[in-house]
T-cell receptor, first 113, second 106 residues
């Protein structure tokens, strides 16, 4: 079964700690994306990667970092510099960066207290 | 700035037809996508319009007018399972609208 997995589904951290969210896909897609979703705010792009070893900032990259060392994996680190990290984080992929259809993972709900 | 505007909520009756509008303002534009998201779930792709006109996929249709910077999603024969949030999204730069929550009454 091809798809995108994100783990864990729920994550709790104390303020000041860095936390890494996992995203894995077995769709053989080149492009991967990270979004943040807050109530009433829709999806906002954090980072995206068009190909392995390459990534670009989205609209709200401050306080986040990513890596793309393997085609299948695109982990997101929420650093202590992110002022308001509590949110629902969604990872997505598309065949290429020019492909409009994105496939989303189930999301990780991060709560920082 | 770049933005997509959609109504925050729409209510319709089971079996009826509902239209969810989206107006966009973007510096670059290739096309308009629509996604459905149930509460707590992942968005799923519904349709995409690159050219003006209507695209039909089963009970769902989507329309685009580039000259008006406007599109809509049309849902026919509404079912209770269609209760969800619907997002329009524009590319080249990936921008999502804030979503329209569709309430369906029995």
């Amino acid at each position: 079964d091809g798809g995108i997995t994100q783990s864990p589904k729920y994550l709790f951290r104390k303020e000041g700690q860095n936390v890494t969210l996992s995203c894995e896909q077995n769709l053989n897609h080149d492009a991967m994306y990270w979004y943040r979703q807050d109530p009433g705010q829709g999806l906002r792009l954090i980072y995206y990667s068009q190909i392995v070893n390459d990534f670009q900032k989205g609209d709200i990259a401050e306080g986040y970092s990513v890596s793309r060392e393997k085609k299948e994996s695109f982990p997101l680190t929420v650093t202590s510099a992110q002022k308001n990290p509590t949110a629902f984080y969604l990872c997505a992929s598309s065949l290429t960066s020019a492909t409009y259809e994105q496939y989303f993972g189930p999301g990780t709900r991060l709560t920082v207290t | 700035g770049q933005s997509l505007e959609q109504p925050s909520e729409v209510t319709a009756v089971e079996g009826a037809i509902v239209q969810i509008n989206c107006t966009y303002q973007t510096s670059g534009f290739y096309g308009l996508s629509w996604y459905q998201q149930h509460d707590g779930g992942a968005p799923t792709f519904l349709s995409y319009n690159a050219l003006d006109g209507l695209e039909e996929t089963g009970r769902f249709s989507s329309f685009l007018s580039r000259s008006d910077s406007y599109g809509y999603l049309l849902l026919q024969e509404l079912q209770m399972k269609d209760s969800a949030s619907y997002f329009c999204a524009a590319d080249d730069k990936i921008i999502f609208g804030k979503g329209t929550r569709l309430h369906i009454l029995p």
